[in-house]
């Protein structure tokens, strides 16, 4: 238990990372599919030797729109670096048309191998560690806050208890928070990185255990809606963040559980 009491009761405000702080989009596809080419040296993409960030990345997006595009639509489906190995062999081989739904997505990945998906998400997160250490200025520009966002985050740490439950790595949640000037609003131990946990539902738990608080009084943002379906039985009030990486089919679904669609102009009217 904390010793704060939970700073007088404030409820607890958790944010996912990517899509919600960060927009992480071209970063994601530059590793993901970095990491695609070379695991998959046959590939039929158009594309024979890595991105480098940050000009080739965005001229590369620029020159195939229709592949950021594909790859856009299908990242509200997956949960872990792992899965992008699943996203990019869509798109390599054409099956997106039939991929509509979170069932779709989940029946395609089943076809590939724990081994083969784990030696994707290793290469994939060698890929970002180099760039983290060799360049790490450099590769931040790919990931910057959402506009708005630290002075938001500082806003509402004044109402809410604050912290994060992502799949993303600890080394890139900390540098960024302390880039984005916001490290300081969370405590260590309540950002809870892809290590912790495989699922959303874990962090909340471990949340309850710790903090001693009513899922009731948690509050939860994320881009994806399997995130956030994951612990609606809890009684954890959910937000679908439209700023991040969710499309029209995503808003529909989000609906019909009961979620709130939030606006990022809408972030600091969620109510206690």
């Not at 949960?79 to 054409?94: L, S």
């Not at 076809?111 to 250490?133: C, G, I, L, N, T």
Request: with cysteine.
């Amino acid at each position: 238990m904390v010793s704060v009491s939970l700073e007088n009761h404030k409820p607890l405000l958790v944010f996912d990372f990517d899509g919600v702080l960060c927009d992480s989009i071209h970063d994601s596809f530059m590793l993901s599919l970095n990491t695609y080419i070379e695991i998959e040296p046959h590939h039929r993409l158009p594309l024979d030797s890595p991105l480098h960030p940050v000009a080739p990345v965005f001229a590369f997006e620029k020159s195939h729109p229709e592949l950021l595009e594909a790859f856009r639509n299908l990242l509200p489906m997956g949960n872990r670096a792992e899965d992008y190995y699943a996203i990019w062999t869509i798109i390599d081989t054409k099956k997106g048309e039939q991929i509509q739904t979170q069932e779709d997505f989940d029946q395609f990945k089943s076809r590939f191998s724990q081994e083969r998906m784990e030696a994707y998400a290793e290469k994939f997160y060698a890929h970002r560690a180099y760039w983290q250490k060799n360049n790490p200025m450099v590769w931040a520009k790919l990931l910057p806050p959402f506009p708005g966002i630290p002075e938001a985050v500082e806003n509402l740490s004044k109402r809410f208890f604050l912290s994060i439950a992502t799949s993303k790595d600890r080394a890139s949640v900390d540098f960024l928070l302390d880039l984005y000037g916001i490290q300081k609003f969370f405590l260590p131990e309540y950002i809870l990185d892809k290590d912790f946990a495989r699922s959303k539902r874990d962090s909340f738990l471990y949340f309850h255990q710790q903090l001693g608080l009513p899922f009731q009084k948690m509050h939860f943002i994320d881009d994806k809606v399997l995130h956030l379906v994951a612990v609606k039985d809890l009684g954890v009030k959910g937000y679908l963040a439209l700023w991040g990486y969710n499309t029209p089919r995503e808003h529909q679904v989000a609906q019909n559980h009961g979620f709130i669609l939030l606006e990022l102009s809408q972030l600091l009217s969620i109510p206690f």
